[in-house]
């Protein structure tokens, strides 16, 4: 279980015309608190409109950086994403979760290991931070980046690729994407088969990648994921983390039991029992008991709400993160697992 700590806001950047990145300052009491690996998320806290948001935002800095940073990408009705582009200014303080994620890359400069990363829109800002310590911390290892936008105006963070491929361009390969622009050096398109394959098989047939990270909308990285298979990649080296999931709509979901379910929660080492109506999710049933457990995005793309089941059984509407053996362990999202026995027992402080 997270705490969250109060930290003020160092610097506001405009990234693009619906895109900034935040700065915070942090106390040096609590920067080992706050040491992340590259491709974690930190979760940030506030009241808006006198309703409690949390909203997940991956860190777009080294971790060698000293700086914790994100980026903030304004979509249409996102009620955290318009009033961190229209109304945060520095010097605001917002509530943040320490660093968490599966979606990481440890360096070691031992190894000499190539990545390729494929990334669209806003997925760029984990990315950004595995390239960033791939390029600083193994200092024989190249990384290639394909980067879909729709223009160039709505590339986050173009002029520092545009400098992290001058600064090390022996070792960092960047081919953008653009849908809606044409422009030189550039795929016109979408990120899509016939551009990894392009990408993998001919462009960059020379370099052997060791490991693939995609990042963003569900669609693409089916699509990647399924291409790199095909040509026989293993599906181990290849990571991923959702920056879109599907529409609740889309989703197939498993048939809901109806009956109850005596509950057992364990969090921060405080264990509570009750009864809950197995239609509801264990995280709403927790969260309507008072019991703070963590969470974030409740929409199955974090992993804010893992828990692990120690008896007793669930199952999940959607699961786009943990891998079957995982759920075999007993791992599940509570915000997308509905219990399906008499009694459960949950613990969040066993993950």
Known sequence: MSSFYKLSIKDIKRETNQAISITFNLPENLKDTFAFKAGQYITLKTNIDGHE???????????????????????????????????????????????????????????TKNIAAFTAGSGITPVLS???????????????LVYG?????????????????????????????????????????????STVNYVVK??????????????????????????LTDHGIDEERIHFELFKAAKPAEVEEKTVATGNT?????????????EMAQKQTILEAALDEDIDAPYSCQGGICSSCLARIKEGEATMRQNNILTENE???????TCQAHPTTPTITVDFDDV
């Open 202 to 227: 001919n462009e960059y047939k020379h370099i052997e990648v060791d490991a693939f990270y995609l990042c963003g909308p569900e669609a693409m990285i089916h699509t990647v994921k399924n291409v």
């Open 149 to 193: 936008n729709k223009t160039t105006e709505d590339t986050m963070f173009l002029n520092e690729l545009l400098e992290l491929q001058h600064q090390y361009k022996d070792r960092f390969s960047v081919q953008f994407v653009f849908s809606q622009q044409d422009e030189d050096n550039a795929i016109f398109g979408r990120i899509e088969k």
């Open 327 to 333: 759920v075999a362990e007993g791992l599940i999202l």
């Open 53 to 111: 948001v949390r909203r997940d935002y991956s860190l777009c800095s080294s971790p060698k950086s000293g700086d914790l940073k994100v980026a903030v990408k304004e979509v249409a009705e996102g009620t955290f994403s318009s009033y961190a582009n229209k109304t945060l200014k520095v010097g605001d303080i917002l509530e943040v979760a320490p660093p968490k994620g599966r979606f990481i890359f440890t360096p070691n400069d031992s190894k």
């Open 262 to 274: 005596q509950i057992t929660i364990t969090v921060d080492d405080e264990t509570t029992t009750f």
């Open 130 to 144: 595995i390239i960033k310590c791939a390029l600083e911390e193994e200092v024989h290892s190249k990384v290639i």
